[in-house]
């Protein structure tokens, strides 16, 4: 199964620590997008790239957040001085370029701030 | 602004019982709509999505919805479910540009056998 990946699936840290998640996209897709979800609510939009260039970033991404996506492959969301707030599942997406596309999610890194 | 409203947080069905999970959607301009699903343990799957066209659309496992422009509406329905279609269940809406979704904060659908 060619899926998006992501690396961990569950991650704990304690507070203060910085982390580091891994999304690996759909091979042809330019497109990947960040996510977080916590529980009983849906996703919500943190960041995406076309290729390698991020194009948009949510007022939800704190300074305390990058994403990178340097060769247009993969990508990686690190979240530095981690804080309780922070605990929640980070879900990858990724898609094809238009605008009648759909996006593939990943099974997400669920990270627990203790 | 962009939002997403699911009407129902949580659902109990029985089996063979039909099924319609609404969301409204407030977005400026032409809009791209989806139906998400998780099921217990797996990662958000699409059920089906419109963009253009016949505003009813069909989707996987027998599940259909219905765009209604006017209403801003896009709901989910299922004329019989079964005790696999225990999930949770998501509205998404993005632009005909493609680019992030904005989803609803979802409805648990759980069914009895």
């Known amino acids: 199964d060619t899926g998006v990946s992501q690396d961990p699936r569950h991650k704990i840290t304690k507070r203060g620590q910085n982390v580091t998640f891994r999304c690996d996209p759909i091979?042809?897709?330019?497109?990947l997008y960040w996510y977080r979800q916590t529980l009983g609510q849906g996703p919500e939009f943190l960041t995406y790239?076309?290729?390698?260039?991020?194009?948009?970033k949510s007022r939800l991404l704190s300074d305390r957040f990058s994403a990178e996506r340097p060769k247009g492959s993969f990508s990686t969301l690190e979240i530095q001085r981690t804080e309780q707030g922070d605990s929640a599942m980070y879900l990858c997406?990724?898609?094809?370029?238009?605008?009648?596309?759909?996006?593939?999610f990943g099974q997400g890194t669920r990270l627990t701030v203790v | 602004a962009q939002s997403v409203s699911q009407h129902n947080h949580h659902v109990i069905l029985s089996e063979a019982a039909s099924l319609e999970l609404g969301c409204n959607y407030s977005?400026?301009?032409?809009?791209?709509l989806f139906w998400y699903v998780q099921y217990p343990g797996q990662h958000l799957q699409l059920l089906l999505k419109?963009?253009?066209?016949?505003?009813l659309v069909k989707g996987i496992k027998g599940f259909e919805a219905e765009f209604i422009k006017s209403k801003f509406s896009f709901n989910l329905r299922k004329p019989s479910v079964q005790w696999s279609d225990t999930a949770e269940y998501f509205c998404?809406?993005?632009?005909?540009?493609?680019?992030?979704?904005?989803f609803g904060q979802g409805t648990e659908l759980s069914v009895k056998p």
């Open positions: 790239f076309q290729n390698e260039a991020q194009l948009e």
């Open positions: 998404a809406v993005n632009n005909n540009q493609g680019g992030k979704l904005i």
């Open positions: 977005y400026g301009g032409t809009v791209n």
């Open positions: 419109y963009f253009s066209g016949d505003p």
């Open positions: 091979s042809e897709h330019n497109r």
């Open positions: 997406a990724s898609s094809s370029a238009g605008g009648y596309t759909e996006a593939f």
